[in-house]
């Protein structure tokens, strides 16, 4: 890959300018509020574009081009069943009891709702949570820079992999321990936009040299090119999920578990100036969202729709160079019908997966090759952008990384200087020692990501790693917000015994099931295989279902068999004994609850049209 000074300079900018926020703000941050929650002093329609980008990391580029390549635009229920419903719920229902509880973090909102020991189990699986899903991105970086060649003939290739995952380390470090939560918000604002910028293009050219939607449709198995069709049963459709599984695990259970209780995206709108502009954070960041599909899913579907036999198709040149064969084989085709070089999992330019350490080709337990799914969006960019504006791209998915990164240490350090040093280890500090604390524990969390980077590298598609960490962490976690929010008679025993009880269900069904073709291990079956899944996320999702009912089972058991805390405790922390949030004062158009039905209206439309 030849890239111009152009390119070179594109990406040499943003770097500067992500590391000048930081240093701009420095001197703002003054206090702990400061650092961890801006100061609650950011508008509604900035806070809405960080919401969104906070989520926009690796998990939503690589990993959902992964997953439309993999699986096709049925990955867009990942969207518009898995995201913006439970996004509505959170601004209408939920931020009201965030925002007015005036707790600094969702684990503190556990302890002034339940108690000490509810908010130990949630801080301590959420920092785990947070660090895996910051190495996911820190490891979708590295990959991106060794595959590309951007650094070849700089370093020695062994070593690539390497000093990239160091590299964007040091980087993310830099600019949160300087400008603490305001400045992951302000870059989160500034990726946001790159990441449009950059994509967009991208879209366009693929779909000019594919024939459009219709070439696609005409090219790709009917399964991949609609989102409702063989939903029915599981074998019928490429996630390998039926529509009882797809709705429950993935609409209910993960959505609503990660939208409602996951405190990376939360955190955000907790920055906004006043409850009424933390309401529309949630909403106004559900509009952009609901058409990202477009932008990250169909590069996916293109990329496995190119094949071999077209003009200018083939592996590109760093891709080969890493040691993935070529896909460059004669493939057949009739008339003018481009045959993918295998029916039934196309594969089009995605090359095969090779260990990013030793570099070599990666077989499944039958011996066949593994397509390394991640590179979709990579691909893509070498085959179609030209010099100049392949800077443009590169930037745009070096964006995307630094996002998810940064998004989940900000929401680590929160949580382990609050919920855990502040409350187990240090009561009395003061509150400059906190801030000291805080910039200790980016450190920290960005350490422990360099090693989460290394853990992820078994996985051919990172949302199905990034899914598995969801389905154990955030699904049970819901069923204890569901019930503490929505009934009064939920105790801290109760609470306390369910989320260890759904934690447990979910290790335990993925220690006895595993996906077809998997081998026993981090895929599962580590305890022994009682049943195959068609997928890796048909297993995520019947994991949450599993975690979030022996939450949900345990907690009710437990709560009413131990007693209540009193009404006049739970005030503003239970939604039939929290006051109604006024909007009296606000034009129709202003409210919340309109924005929502918008929403939910265009929802159904996407829905219809895709079907």
């Known amino acids: 890959m030849n890239l111009s000074i152009i390119d070179w300079l594109i990406m040499l900018v943003y770097f500067v300018f992500v590391l000048g926020i930081g240093f ?26 960080a919401f969104i980008s906070a989520n926009l990391g690796a998990q939503e580029v690589i990993g959902m081009g992964a997953s439309g390549a993999k699986y096709g635009i049925i990955t867009s229920h990942f969207y518009w069943i898995g995201a913006i419903p439970a996004m509505v719920f ?40 947070t660090v895996l899903s910051s190495g996911i991105s820190m490891y979708a970086m590295a990959l991106l820079i060794q595959t590309l060649g951007l650094l070849h003939g700089v370093i020695p290739d062994a070593y690539v992999f390497h000093v990239s995952v160091f590299l964007s380390a040091i980087i993310v470090l830099g600019y949160i321990f300087l400008g603490g939560l305001t400045s992951a918000i302000y870059n989160e604002v500034l990726q946001f936009f790159l990441i449009v910028a950059g994509f967009a293009p991208l879209v366009w050219i693929g779909l000019r040299n594919v024939g459009g939607w219709q070439g696609i449709k005409h090219t790709l198995p009917a399964t991949m090119t609609h989102s409702w069709r063989g939903m029915a049963h599981a074998s019928t459709n490429t996630l390998g999920v039926e529509w009882v599984g797809l709705a429950m695990g993935l609409g209910f259970v993960l959505s609503f578990g990660y939208w409602c209780t996951d ?30 599909p477009f932008l990250v899913i169909l590069p996916g579907l293109i990329a496995v729709t190119v094949t071999s036999h077209m003009a200018g198709a083939g592996t590109p040149a760093s891709i080969q160079r890493l040691g993935a064969p070529s896909l460059a084989a004669p493939s057949p085709s ?22 990013p350490v030793s570099g070599q080709p990666v077989l499944d337990s039958h011996g066949n090759p593994v397509y390394n799914y991640d590179l979709a969006i990579p691909v893509m960019l070498l ?60 450190i920290g969390g960005v350490a422990l990501s360099v090693g989460a980077a290394y853990l992820v590298t078994n996985f051919n598609n990172i949302m199905d790693a990034l899914q598995l960490v969801f389905s154990i962490v955030n699904a049970p976690l819901f069923a204890t917000f569901l019930l503490g929010m929505f009934w009064k ?46 997928s890796d996320m048909a297993q995520n999702f019947w994991t949450a279902i599993f975690a979030f009912t022996v939450n949900l089972l345990v907690t ?22 929290t006051p109604k949030p006024i909007d009296t004062h606000l034009s129709w158009y202003q409210k919340p609850a309109t924005l929502g039905i918008v929403v939910l209206a265009m929802l159904i439309v996407l829905n219809l049209v895709f079907a």
């Not at 939360?266 to 949630?282: G, H, K, T, W």
């Not at 009739?334 to 090779?354: C, F, M, R, W, Y």
């Not at 929401?411 to 604390?437: C, E, P, R, S």
């Not at 131990?562 to 939604?575: D, H, I, K, N």
Request: glycine fraction near 10%.
């Open 24 to 49: 701009a703000l420095k001197r703002y941050m003054r206090t702990s509020n400061d650092f961890f929650l801006a100061g609650r002093s950011i508008p509604a329609w900035v806070c809405g574009l």
């Open 90 to 129: 959170v601004g209408i229902f939920m931020m009201p009891f965030y925002y007015g509880s005036k707790a600094r973090s969702v684990p503190e909102y556990l302890r002034m709702r339940f108690d000490e020991k509810t908010r130990a189990v949630n801080a301590f699986s959420f920092a785990i949570m």
């Open 263 to 292: 405190f990376l995206v939360i955190q955000r709108a907790m920055a906004a100036d006043s409850e009424v502009s933390a309401r529309r954070v949630p909403l106004i960041a559900a509009i952009p969202k609901m058409f990202f």
């Open 334 to 355: 009739v008339g003018s019908t481009n045959i993918p070089l295998d029916e039934a999992h196309p594969h089009g330019i995605i090359p095969q997966k090779t260990d």
């Open 383 to 442: 085959h179609f952008f030209p010099t100049g504006i392949l800077g443009l791209g590169l930037t745009a998915l070096l964006a995307s990384f630094m996002s998810g990164m940064a998004g989940n240490v900000t929401a680590f350090n929160t949580v382990w200087t609050y919920d855990i040093y502040q409350a187990y280890i240090n009561k009395k500090g003061t509150d400059a020692h906190y801030l000291w604390m805080g910039r200790m524990a980016t």
């Open 489 to 534: 008679r939920t105790t801290g025993h109760g609470a306390f015994t369910g989320l260890l009880a759904g934690t447990g269900a979910a290790l335990v069904h993925h220690g006895l099931t595993l996906p077809a073709d998997a081998a026993p291990g981090i895929h599962g079956g580590w305890i022994a295989i009682l049943h195959h899944y068609p």
């Open 556 to 577: 009710s058991a437990v709560s009413l068999a131990t007693a209540p805390r009193p009404e006049s405790e739970l005030v503003g922390l239970v939604y039939s004994l």
